[in-house]
């Protein structure tokens, strides 16, 4: 995974709220099967017309904002399906940070898999950040800080879990230090639930 | 020892390392593995050259994608076909059982979990589908998960987690006729918004849930992430454990009464803390319909599409200019007026054999609307199978429905069961987002009995208005 410590980018400002992860990912391209080149189909139906051209009043298809690496979302951002094509797409859409007040708990997690940093900030903070979204300011991210800041002065610190932190900061993955680090208190676990659940061990 | 919640208990017995930053690692028990969340995280074992920590704890299954209609033929799209050959493929070379496409025990992970016994009280069980929080109406903790958790949990049989907090949802009184879970669940998910459990396990209570049958808890802990809980859950009691019994994958013999002694203790101490209550007065519940594009946007079936006079805030009134524009609905319009082009009877939420023989009630010996196009999908051939011995399918048929083979049909637009553009429907599944149904697709959730009154009528009623006899 491609460590994550600062970005200098744009940010697209999305308010609305309850953007759930078939907005961001539409079901019917849940069944392509590869990973990469995803991004194209971010928001489809809101970004695209009926005919597949891009929509030109999508946030996401005006310069700067079409390349923005931040999203400033919603409340409740990525609710819904479990689906993870929600953080590839945005990922590879090129999108690295999202920031909204609360985020659905499944896309929270998937996010971190992808190197997509999410920010929750509370709504108050966040006003005047749309402001200087709009008005196209370069905005700042420090992971190692904990620091969002933009070209007009604002700046405040964001709360992240250290161990997610850690992983982002240097492209590490959980699987890996899991396998790495726990195979004997797993196998310990394990023969101490066989031992008192034996019925969840049956044929092994 | 501090009192304990259910949801404590279940995490505690389950923790393998407590991490100083709060975090732990917690053993997976019971891994469902479907065609959609499953490639790429097959494919990633392959890439970093892992095995699978312990085959035997995963069972697949073909479910989002595949078709509703006569299973002999071959699957027409392409990429479905490709997606559900992929499952085939990587169960093969990993060694995981996976039920074929037409074998009975197929249907959607959801009900067949439970009904072959992989869902048990007192497992971790995930899934990478978030409508893993159904096996919570076992006491099981269930909960959904992405495609990397899934690789996860196929490599190691773990996953790091932050503990939640619990919420109890108490539920008083018992439900009036007609009134399901369904409207339950709808209910709450009105009362508290759609991120109103964020970061909490629900766990519902009352002396009304010892009457209800699985079928009717599953529907219950099936919404609860559309209230923004991973988990929901209902202490296992002598109804869960009558349903478990004889179950192809339930433990027997001596490990059955081993099992049932654990099993009896699953349940919050009395006076056990939870950060949140809420209470739900069932004598007070009607049957609820969704006018919106979230499943927050809920009413009574007596009540009118909100105005948007009626929104103070700013960003609140343009989501409302947008989602009335989307539904294509004039605000303060009555919700009994809104007519629907087609009838979903299904999906993980509502398509077990005790919702088939609800629907079935009120259709039988009467005529769905001819402006409606009506679907019954069994969640599983089990369920399928059963209704077809008790006759229900005749009855669904001559009411006018088709009569479907099992799958998530339209509950999801990735087979062909699905919405036009500009289509409505009156659905038991779980979402009514944007295009959820398809593209354009304008659907209203509500319980099976409400459905299958909308089917009849055309549009959607209160389904206690229905003319006895038809």
Known sequence: MEPFRTIQSVAASMPEKNIDTDIIFPARF???????????????????DAKGQPRTDHVLNTPPYSSAQI??????????????QAVWTLADFGIRCVIAPRFGEIFYANCFKSGVLPVRLGETILTPLREDARAGVLFSIDLEQQVISTEHGARHQFEIEPRRKDALINGWDETDLILNNEAEAIAFFQVRQKNDMPWLYVDE | MAKQTLYDKLWQS?????????????????HLVQEVSSPQAFEDLGTAGRNIHRPKTHLAVADHGVPTTDRSKPIEDPLAQAQIGKLIENTETYGIEMIPLDDRRQGIVHVIGPELGFTQPG???????????THGAFGAL??????????????????RQSRSKNMAVRLKGSLPDHVTTKDVILSLIGKIGTSGATGHALEFQGEAIGHWSMEARMTLCNMAIEAGARVGLVAPDEVTIAWLKGKPLAPSGELWDQALTYWSALKSDPDADFDQTVEIDLDLLTPYVTWGTSPQDVLPISAHVPTLESVEDETDRARLRGTLEYMGLEGGMALKDIAVDKVFIGSCTNGRIEDLRAAADIVRGRKIAATVEALAVPGSGEVKKQAEDEGLDQVFLDAGFEWREPGCS???AMN?????PGERSASTSNRNFEGRQGPGGRTHLMSP??????????????????KAGG
Do not use: W
């Open chain 2, 449 to 466: 009995v409400m459905a299958a009154a909308a089917a009849l009528e055309g549009h959607l009623v209160d389904v206690r208005d229905l």
């Open chain 2, 416 to 420: 062909p069961d699905k919405l036009a």
């Open chain 1, 71 to 84: 999203l400033i979302g919603g409340d409740n951002f990525g609710c819904g399906s479990s689906r993870e």
């Open chain 2, 123 to 133: 497992v971790t069980l995930v899934c990478g589908d978030s409508h893993t929080s």
């Open chain 2, 142 to 159: 269930a909960f959904g998960i992405g495609a990397s958790e899934c690789h996860c949990v196929l490599a190691t049989q773990c996953l």
């Open chain 2, 410 to 412: 339209m509950c999801v």
């Open chain 2, 14 to 30: 389950h923790v393998v390392r407590d991490y100083d930053d709060g975090t732990s690692l917690i053993y997976i028990d019971r």
């Open chain 1, 30 to 48: 849940l069944l392509i099967l590869e990973k990469a080149g995803v991004g194209k189909y971010a928001f489809y139906e809101k970004r695209m």
